[in-house]
């Protein structure tokens, strides 16, 4: 599955979508200061359980390393992926 990104003034978004529409989804609000700020994470039910969201988080955290960003991930569940994977500390904010 295509991991694809989409960036409108402040706000953003990770997503992966088929034929039948939107999968999952990664949203964040981009600061002044150059922080990402993770604000949902969601997964269609009967996709849950896949790893698609750790993907959604781990895409965003290559982004944030390629671009010179740090990340506040304010939802839950990317927090728990930043609690979980010692090797985000570098871009946490």
Do not use: W
Not at 49 to 76: D, F, M, Q, T
């Amino acid at each position: 599955m295509e991991i694809k990104h989409k960036e409108i003034d402040s706000r953003g978004m990770f997503y992966i979508e088929s034929d039948k529409g939107l999968i999952a989804e990664l949203t964040y609000i981009k600061s002044d200061s150059n922080v990402l700020t993770i604000d949902h994470t969601e997964v269609k039910r009967e996709m849950e359980n896949r790893g698609i969201g750790s993907s959604l988080v781990e895409k965003s955290v290559e982004y944030a390393r390629e671009n010179n960003y740090k990340i506040e991930p304010l939802c839950p569940f990317a927090e728990v992926q930043f609690e979980r994977n010692a090797s985000y500390k570098d871009v946490r904010a």
